[in-house]
């Protein structure tokens, strides 16, 4: 599989990189017909740290579904999320994303892709908020459009394999975000001997401007 890489942005501050990201995300590729919620995935080497998936969700969320504000509600109607755990009694598997459609008492309902699923209210620690995911969590899935974050603060996961499973992810569009040093770490930091034209296509780009 080839995709293209429409482009690589660079910015050394994380909150720079933030900013650019949700921007990305919630104003320039809406604005070339992608949907936010349906075809962008937004991609993390980690949970934690600056650029990690729980600071991204709750940015995202806030400027995709604002409505969702108040960040004591774990879950709302509208908010993107993931399965994180194999759950064959409902035909769900972890990675799986989804849309929540409604929030009851007892259990909330959550559309992925063409299934409705009725979520009992004992299992949501088995669903999070997927404005961003793990690199780790978007194995074997594809998808529309990509953003990967990658900056220092993700330390010893700036490697070659992570790289190249965030940007075959993309069916069209990726995008990553973040310093040059951490992007072209990833390009020379071989992990488990896989040969692609990824490294020749990436040190193209970064060798630009």
Same mark, same amino acid.
């Given at each position: 599989?080839?995709?293209?890489?429409?482009?690589?942005?660079?910015?050394?501050?994380?909150?720079?990189?933030?900013?650019?990201?949700?921007?990305?995300?919630?104003?320039?590729?809406?604005?070339?017909?992608?949907?936010?919620?349906?075809?962008?995935?937004?991609?993390?080497?980690?949970?934690?740290?600056?650029?990690?998936?729980?600071?991204?969700?709750?940015?995202?969320?806030? =400027? %995709? @579904?604002?409505?969702?504000?108040?960040?004591?509600? &774990?879950?709302?109607?509208?908010?993107? /999320?993931?399965?994180? !755990?194999?759950?064959?009694?409902?035909?769900?598997?972890?990675?799986?994303?989804?849309?929540?459609?409604?929030?009851?008492?007892?259990?909330?309902?959550?559309?992925?892709?063409?299934?409705?699923?009725?979520?009992?209210?004992?299992?949501?620690?088995?669903?999070?908020?997927?404005?961003?995911?793990?690199?780790?969590?978007?194995?074997?899935?594809?998808?529309?459009?990509?953003?990967? =974050? %990658? @900056?220092?603060?993700?330390?010893?996961?700036?490697? &070659?394999?992570?790289?190249?499973?965030? /940007?075959?992810?993309? !069916?069209?569009?990726?995008?990553?975000?973040?310093?040059?040093?951490?992007?072209?770490?990833?390009?020379?930091?071989?992990?488990?001997?896989?040969?692609?034209?990824?490294?020749?296509?990436?040190?193209?780009?970064?060798?630009?401007?």
């Amino acid at each position: 599989m080839f995709v293209a890489l429409h482009a690589l942005i660079y910015a050394d501050d994380p909150e720079a990189a933030r900013r650019t990201l949700v921007e990305i995300v919630a104003k320039r590729l809406p604005a070339k017909g992608f949907d936010p919620f349906h075809d962008v995935v937004v991609l993390a080497p980690t949970r934690r740290g600056p650029l990690g998936t729980h600071e991204l969700n709750a940015l995202l969320r806030h =400027a %995709l @579904h604002p409505q969702a504000a108040d960040q004591k509600l &774990r879950l709302v109607e509208g908010d993107k /999320v993931i399965c994180v !755990k194999n759950r064959h009694d409902l035909e769900v598997y972890n990675g799986d994303l989804g849309r929540v459609e409604a929030v009851g008492r007892d259990a909330s309902t959550i559309r992925f892709d063409d299934r409705v699923v009725d979520w009992p209210r004992e299992d949501l620690d088995q669903i999070e908020h997927a404005y961003a995911v793990t690199v780790h969590k978007s194995q074997g899935s594809e998808y529309p459009a990509v953003v990967l =974050a %990658l @900056h220092r603060s993700h330390g010893i996961m700036r490697r &070659r394999t992570l790289l190249y499973t965030a /940007v075959t992810r993309a !069916k069209g569009f990726f995008c990553g975000v973040g310093d040059r040093a951490s992007l072209a770490k990833a390009v020379a930091t071989p992990d488990d001997g896989r040969r692609t034209q990824l490294v020749r296509l990436l040190q193209d780009r970064l060798g630009e401007g």
